[in-house]
């Protein structure tokens, strides 16, 4: 059997569940395909780190489109079924649409999804990604209100240009199309109701996200959590909400419908109510770094082994196992008030 025909087989027949030092099995990876952003969002990149002289990625660092393709290729064989595209704004990197057709083309990944601030986000765009096999697309939003939205993503993006881009999503048929609001206190915590209401019978679900402790960079304090708890009161004190069960095992949402038929909405907890538990979640950035929690502090220099020529598949699929199976991460089961002093990778850079 040729090298290429023995790697189709395992294809076919993937490898056991392998499962980490808390009985994790390893079912979903997170691509970013780079490190670079338009915005510069108060909780995720601060102009004050972030500025005119932050050194990026170069060209050359970053994964190709075949390295990536190999990737997820050998991760379907580990068990992975699920593959996220984020960033940095992952539309800043030319032509998403022909990495997403060959990550499609991955026989085990049954679910090919984005996150994306949306302001590429183009009705031609995102037929583009749809047609490629693009399935399911996050966008990002923060407000309604221009002079709030403004103040987080700190570049004068308008409103507008980011209900357009929900738009165009829904029509080229990536559903369902959710919406993620990061609610920080006294910033824009007092749009959660208009939120809501302005979502309400579209289609779309909008997730509320407890403001994080990712990286060190966006000086993040527990009082500035407005904690899900009290999201969801503010919520039920206008709309009369029921739970909906999890749709998959280790579902990072609440979930909760409006008993009108109004749609539904999830509320992520990671602060006040970790699901470290059930994660099933590795991540890469854009250099080839894995990392098996969003918190972590050092990666795994993957692009080393891709970039090997004497390296094959099989020694890559020992590598991730032993990496997998020695994880013992839950970092927000073991957070303090008080957030470590330990470096953490920054969530521009491995996407949330």
């Not at 598949?313 to 991730?320: F, K, M, R």
């Amino acid at each position: 059997m040729t090298k290429c025909a023995a790697s189709m087989e395992r294809v076919r027949n993937p490898l056991p569940a392998i499962l980490d030092k808390h009985q994790r099995p390893l079912r979903d990876l997170r691509i970013s395909v780079t490190d670079r952003c338009n915005f510069r969002c108060v909780y995720c990149m601060p102009k004050e780190v972030f500025g005119a002289k932050f050194h990026f990625l170069p060209k050359k660092e970053l994964l190709t489109f075949d390295e990536l393709q190999r990737t997820v290729r050998i991760f379907g064989q580990l068990g992975v079924s699920k593959v996220r595209i984020t960033g940095g704004e992952p539309l800043m990197r030319q032509d998403l649409d022909v990495l997403i057709r060959q990550l499609s083309e991955v026989e085990a990944i049954q679910d090919m999804a984005m996150t994306t601030n949306g302001y590429f986000l183009t009705p031609e765009k995102a037929t583009a990604l749809k047609n490629a096999g693009l399935k399911r697309i996050t966008v990002s939003l923060d407000a309604l209100t221009d002079n709030i939205f403004k103040t987080v993503n700190d570049v004068g993006v308008p409103v507008s240009r980011i209900l357009s881009a929900v738009d165009a999503a829904l029509t080229a048929g990536l559903k369902p199309v959710k919406v993620n609001m990061v609610v920080k206190r006294d910033v824009n915590d007092q749009q959660v109701i208009p939120m809501a209401r302005h979502f309400r019978h579209t289609g779309v679900t909008l997730r509320f996200i407890e403001y994080m402790d990712v990286g060190n960079t966006n000086g993040w304090r527990l009082e500035d959590v407005v904690q899900a708890s009290e999201i969801l009161s503010t919520l039920q004190e206008e709309w009369d909400l029921e739970p909906v069960a999890p749709s998959h095992p280790g579902e990072v949402a609440r979930r909760f419908r409006y008993r009108d038929g109004g749609g539904e909405i999830g509320i992520i907890a990671s602060v006040t109510q970790p699901f470290c538990r059930h994660c099933s979640r590795i991540r890469m950035s854009p250099e080839g770094q894995i990392y098996t929690c969003l918190f972590g502090s050092e990666g795994f220099d993957l692009r080393q082994l891709l970039r090997d020529e004497n390296v094959d598949d099989q020694h890559i699929i020992e590598t991730l196992t032993a990496l997998w199976t020695e994880r013992r991460d839950q970092y927000s089961l073991l957070r303090t008030q008080m957030t470590p002093s330990q470096p953490k990778v920054e969530m521009s850079h491995i996407g949330g």
